[in-house]
Structure formats: structure tokens, C-alpha cells
């Protein structure tokens, strides 16, 4: 689904479609046309789309993170929509969550920001019984809405507790990013922002500067030179899920 | 097996003309008019599949900016006075209602028009 398979029937489709448009719009009724020709964009052409060149990922620095900050965290419910009152506390969606640890033997305490880690191999893909879980030619794991139908498969197969099911009917959500009752939704990286150019809510809001993303395929780019430089860790590493996020000092 | 052949074909020649009686036709009002993606008998019979397929463009492929989007629907429908779409009166809720046609698109998105989009840059202390 990331990438059409059969390159050469869509292409002779398309080919046969332009040809039929060539002779002027075929009609059968008012309205309902045998070839549906795509309408041109008035306000500019579209996005090339997610690249498979790309991959998307994020370095998280422990060191720097505080205790007690949760500023990443209302950064990403301000900016996805995560308003709702709830019914039960529980049942709340975390995107993303600050977790503090502490190493019981030498009392050493540090405190990191989770969410969903965007394997390379996810979890969550592999069970879905619908397809509606799937990951984005550039690595970004999400759920498709439209074809989910709640059944929490993908909860109880993610290792990270990332994701989380919408129980109440929702009104407020932000325009850009819908969601809604009966899904399961989690971190998407701020998949509206990223289209654009720009990077995930928490990253842009972190003060003190711990959450570096981008493009870890590219070997020029921070991210790339940094883990390349320096020593990172995935998350349950024995999984081998290959993560797009990585932590420093854990 | 005939006679209840030809009480289905009479029930069927009949229904139309009950429904035509029974219900009033949906009265649409085009707060912001100017011109559409497509003529307007298109939109009535194609939008929901020009919404489809740009919909699954956009999430699984990442393609962004096409001309059809409810984003797109809302600017130019949404009630001047109720800023929606939806409700009674609104644009879509008026012929889906008719139509009878369950209208759950906007239980995740958003139906009102103008609504703010905090940036992560005004959350930034």
C-alpha cells in the first residue's frame, strides 16, 4: 500500500484515461462520467508524498531532559488536540508520556520522554487485521482511521504501551488532525508538521533542546552524524524492531 | 410465486411515488458562493468518491494539497451562522438526512470552519 505495485497496468491506465480526456469529457449522464478525469489543484500542484529514501527518526538525549518537565507533553496534546475531558482518568490518550526511572542500586534517577518508537519492523502492522495500522514510506507508523475498527489488537502487540483507544465521542479536535471514537490512535510524529517541512511539536518544544529529528538515512544529516558519533540506545533492543527513536544515557 | 412477483413490482412502482409525497426536498444554502472543484452534478454524485480516494492518498502516501479535501468542503459550506457543516440546516447534514445516509466523517474530523490550529511554537515557553 506505501507504493503503487503494478506500475505498468496503472500506467496504461492513466495512459488510456488521458487519451479518453484528449477527446473531450466522455458523459454518460449529467455528473456521472465513464473516466473520472482528476480535477487540477486551483491553489498549486500536489506534494510529491512520503519518499521511501526517507527515513524518520528522533534522538533523544536523557542527559538533558528534567524531571518533573512536561512541556514536550502539552506541546503534543496542544498541537494534536488532546483536550478532551474524560470520563475516567485511565482512559486518556498518551501520545507521548514522561517516564521517570531510577536505578535501584546507586539511586541514579533520570527521566525520559516515550511514545511510539516507529519501527522499522512494527508490531502493531503485523497484527492489524484490517491494514488499518501500516507504516508511511518514511518510516512513520499510524492508523488509518477510516479502515480501523478499535478491535486494540495493535495495543496489546506494541512492547512500548504506545498507543491508545479514543472510549467518548471527541467535537474538539484541531482541523489538521482528526480523530475520533471507536480508533486507536498514537504518535505520528506530527505527520501534518513533518508534510510541511517542519518538525514534531515535541521536538520544536523541548527547552532544553533533548529531542533532535531527522532523516537518519541521510548520512549529512545531525541525526545521522550523531548516532554515527555517539553511543545510542533502542528500547528493548533484543527485539529487533529496528527503532526510528533512540535514547542517549539510558 | 407469481402473485408475490407481482405484488414486489407493484410495491416498487409505487415507492417513488410515496416518497415524493412524504418528504420535502433539502433546502442548500451556499454561504460562500463562487466556483467549485467540479460542476455541481459531479459533486452530487462523485464527492464522496473524490473525498475516498484523495483521503487514502493523503494518509497512506503522504500527498498533500489535492483540490478535494473536507477541509477544502468546509471553507466554502460551513453555516455563517453555526460554523458547521453539520447540525440541522447544514450543508451536509441537509441532503444526507434526506438521503437517509449515515454521515460519520466528522465524528473524527473537524466540521467547523475557521477553528485555530495551535503551533507548537506558541506552546514554547
Redesign the interface.
Known amino acids: 500500500?506505501?507504493?503503487p505495485q503494478d506500475k505498468s497496468r496503472r500506467g496504461f491506465i492513466g495512459t488510456a484515461a488521458a487519451g479518453v480526456a484528449g477527446l473531450g469529457t466522455l458523459a454518460l449522464a449529467?455528473?456521472?462520467?465513464l473516466i473520472?478525469v482528476t480535477?487540477?489543484?486551483?491553489?498549486?500542484?500536489?506534494?510529491?508524498?512520503?519518499s521511501s529514501k526517507i527515513r524518520w527518526g528522533m534522538l533523544i538525549d536523557t542527559a538533558k531532559c528534567v524531571t518533573g518537565c512536561d512541556?514536550c507533553v502539552?506541546?503534543c496534546a496542544?498541537?494534536n488536540g488532546i483536550n478532551e475531558t474524560l470520563k475516567d482518568p485511565r482512559q486518556g490518550s498518551q501520545w507521548i508520556r514522561k517516564i521517570d526511572l531510577k536505578d535501584p542500586k546507586f539511586d541514579r534517577t533520570f527521566s525520559l520522554p516515550m511514545m511510539c518508537q516507529h519501527c522499522a519492523e512494527p508490531p502493531c502492522v503485523d497484527v492489524c487485521p484490517t491494514g488499518a495500522s501500516?507504516k508511511?514510506?518514511?518510516g512513520i507508523v499510524?492508523v488509518?482511521?477510516?479502515t480501523c475498527i478499535g478491535c486494540r489488537y495493535c495495543m496489546m502487540a506494541c512492547p512500548y504501551k504506545a498507543r491508545s483507544f479514543v472510549h467518548q465521542?471527541?467535537t474538539?479536535?484541531?482541523?489538521?488532525v482528526?480523530?475520533?471514537?471507536g480508533?486507536v490512535e498514537s504518535c505520528n510524529f506530527?505527520?501534518q508538521?513533518v508534510?510541511?517541512g517542519?518538525?514534531?511539536?515535541?521536538v520544536?518544544?523541548c527547552?532544553e533542546g533533548a529531542m533532535l529529528f531527522g532523516d537518519l538515512n541521510d548520512k549529512n544529516s545531525e541525526i545521522a552524524q550523531r548516532i554515527a558519533r555517539e553511543a545510542t540506545t533502542q528500547v528493548r533492543a533484543d527485539l529487533k524492531l529496528n527503532l526510528g527513536v533512540r535514547y542517549q544515557g539510558i | 410465486m407469481k402473485r408475490v412477483l407481482v405484488g414486489f413490482a407493484a410495491v416498487l412502482l409505487l415507492a417513488p411515488a410515496v416518497s415524493i409525497a412524504g418528504a420535502s426536498k433539502p433546502t442548500i444554502t451556499i454561504e460562500n458562493p463562487g466556483e467549485c472543484i467540479a460542476p455541481a452534478e459531479e459533486m452530487r454524485r462523485n464527492h464522496m468518491e473524490m473525498l475516498k480516494h484523495q483521503r487514502d492518498r493523503t494518509l497512506r502516501q503522504g500527498i498533500r494539497g489535492e483540490s478535494a479535501s473536507l477541509n477544502g468542503c468546509i471553507n466554502c459550506h460551513a453555516s455563517k451562522t453555526t460554523g458547521s457543516v453539520t447540525g440541522k440546516g447544514g450543508f451536509c447534514e441537509s441532503c444526507h438526512s434526506y438521503a437517509a445516509i449515515k454521515l460519520d466523517c466528522w465524528d473524527c474530523h473537524q466540521p467547523k470552519a475557521g477553528k485555530k490550529h495551535a503551533t507548537a511554537e506558541e506552546v514554547k515557553p
Open positions: 500500500m506505501n507504493e449529467p455528473g456521472l462520467h473520472e480535477q487540477a489543484n486551483p491553489t498549486g500542484a500536489p506534494s510529491q508524498g512520503a512541556v502539552k506541546a496542544t498541537e501500516f508511511r514510506a518514511d499510524l488509518d482511521r477510516h465521542p471527541l474538539e479536535q484541531n482541523p489538521e482528526p480523530r475520533g471514537i480508533c506530527c505527520v508538521r508534510d510541511k517542519l518538525k514534531p511539536a515535541c520544536e518544544s527547552p
